[in-house]
T-cell receptor, first 111, second 112 residues
């Protein structure tokens, strides 16, 4: 079956604009994660969805960041009023148990 | 308390050699320790994982050694190949959650 897909693969935006990143998890996976990976850095946890439970938003760096997930399907990560420090690769992962399956990421560049 | 410290930051190994990457943690309650491999332009992929009640796990050329008392775990890549050149991340799972703390990554280059 298909793996985790993310779109767009690359996004260049001007400072101050809003962006929306999409993640399509593996079908049937109840858990979905968003991470941020800055150049040469590790993965920084942003948000976690598990089924219909309230999401764990503890990693969101500011109120400019938000994410939604409809049931156990698609998720969108929205960054409002983008700043240059938001430039990074945004990775989505889905999971049924312990193993996370990552998508290829969206490379966001804020100019 | 929640950090996972990974070293070295980068590593160059000759083909056929052993690559060793180390991680250390503070929270003794972490309950699952995976290693991920990431190629440029791709997302990380699970390589091998271990639980704290096991001291070693081997899968092919990849071995995790786990030292619970020292709060350290390491990845050994035997007979390293140029195709192993990638960035490797260790991680630790917070107990009772699906939340992972990742190390900062090790960029491995295996020379042909």
């Amino acid at each position: 079956g298909a793996g985790v897909s993310q779109s767009p693969s690359n996004k260049v935006t001007e400072k101050g604009k809003d962006v929306e990143l999409r993640c399509d998890p593996i079908s049937g996976h109840t858990a979905l994660y968003w991470y941020r990976q800055r150049l040469g850095q590790g993965l920084e946890f942003l948000i976690y969805f598990q089924g219909n439970s309230a999401p764990d938003k503890s990693g969101l760096p500011s109120d400019r960041f938000s994410a939604e997930r409809t049931g156990e399907s698609v998720s969108t990560l929205t960054i409002q009023r983008t700043q240059q420090e938001d430039s990074a690769v945004y990775l989505c992962a889905s999971s049924l148990a312990t193993e996370q399956y990552f998508g290829p990421g969206t490379r966001l560049t804020v100019t | 308390q929640q950090q996972v410290k990974q070293s070295p930051q980068s590593l160059i190994v000759q083909k056929g050699g052993i690559s060793i990457i180390n991680c250390a943690y503070e929270n003794t309650a972490f309950d699952y320790f995976p290693w991920y491999q990431q190629f440029p332009g791709k997302g990380p992929a699970l390589l091998i994982a271990i639980r704290p009640d096991v001291s070693e796990k081997k899968e092919g050329r990849f071995t995790i050694s786990f030292n619970k008392s020292a709060k350290q775990f390491s990845l050994h890549i035997m007979d390293s190949q140029p195709g192993d050149s990638a960035t490797y991340f260790c991680a630790a799972r917070q107990p009772g959650t699906y939340k992972y703390i990742f190390g900062t990554g090790t960029r491995l280059k295996v020379l042909a």
